[in-house]
T-cell receptor, first 117, second 108 residues
Framework: DAGVIQSPRHEVTEMGQEVTLRCKPI?????LFWYRQTMMRGLELLIY????????DSGMPEDRFSAKMPNASFSTLKIQPSEPRDSAVYFC???????????????FGEGSRLTVL | DAKTTQPTSMDCAEGRAANLPCNHS???????VYWYRQIHSQGPQYIIH???NNETNEMASLIITEDRKSSTLILPHATLRDTAVYYC?????????FGTGTRLTIIP
């Protein structure tokens, strides 16, 4: 099992540019999460999907951020236009939701470190 | 989801048991206690979870008090590789909200 795969691992871009982060969840998992981590704010949940449908996007900072999950094996997080304050590590995680417990163990990717100059 | 309170940091000698406390006094009956850890620069890693009963796996043990208002994560024989930030999270649905956690440092 390859685990959750994120790309790119590192991205350096200039303010105003579009940034697209990609995530391939673990095969068979039905939930996908995007988190952002900074020193100041810690780990923040941005959005999560269940069966490819966005369930809660209340953590998405503003309209510049968008996330899609066109199929069960791929998701993107897009920032357009990017700003220096978007600099952070963005983590993707997936899980197999246990309907009995309404929870599931999250498996995280290695993260995408974004620097916006 | 219920809020959790953890000490900011702890030290533990290598080879000894590390006991990490967590208070979750507002936990409701159907909320689970989950523990994750994050080793520097890596994604968080699941450790263990429980509802009412104590739990044990190959990584750790989880002791939940009878009133469920607090819990303790136990790493039985801490190694230097256990140095990490440990997060205690109370979860009702699959939405995990991470707090600031406890920074555990294992001392050689």
């Amino acid at each position: 099992d390859a685990g959750v795969i994120q790309s790119p691992r590192h991205e350096v871009t200039e303010m105003g540019q579009e940034v697209t982060l990609r995530c391939k969840p673990i095969s068979g998992h039905n939930s996908l999460f995007w988190y952002r981590q900074t020193m100041m704010r810690g780990l923040e949940l941005l959005i999560y999907f269940n069966n490819n449908v966005p369930i809660d996007d209340s953590g998405m900072p503003e309209d510049r951020f968008s996330a899609k999950m066109p199929n069960a094996s791929f998701s993107t997080l897009k920032i357009q236009p990017s700003e220096p304050r978007d600099s952070a590590v963005y983590f993707c995680a997936s899980s197999l939701r246990d309907p009995r417990a309404n929870t599931g163990e999250l498996f995280f990717g290695e993260g995408s470190r974004l620097t916006v100059l | 989801d219920a809020k959790t309170t953890q000490p900011t940091s702890m030290d533990c000698a290598e080879g000894r048991a590390a006991n990490l406390p967590c208070n979750h006094s507002t936990i409701s009956g159907n909320e689970y206690v989950y523990w994750y850890r994050q080793i520097h620069s890596q994604g968080p890693q699941y450790i263990i979870h429980g509802l009412k009963n104590n739990e044990t796996n190959e990584m750790a043990s989880l002791i939940i008090t009878e009133d469920r208002k607090s819990s303790t994560l136990i790493l039985p024989h801490a190694t230097l590789r256990d140095t990490a930030v440990y997060y205690c999270i109370v979860v009702q649905n699959e939405k995990l909200t991470f707090g600031t956690g406890t920074r555990l440092t294992i001392i050689p």
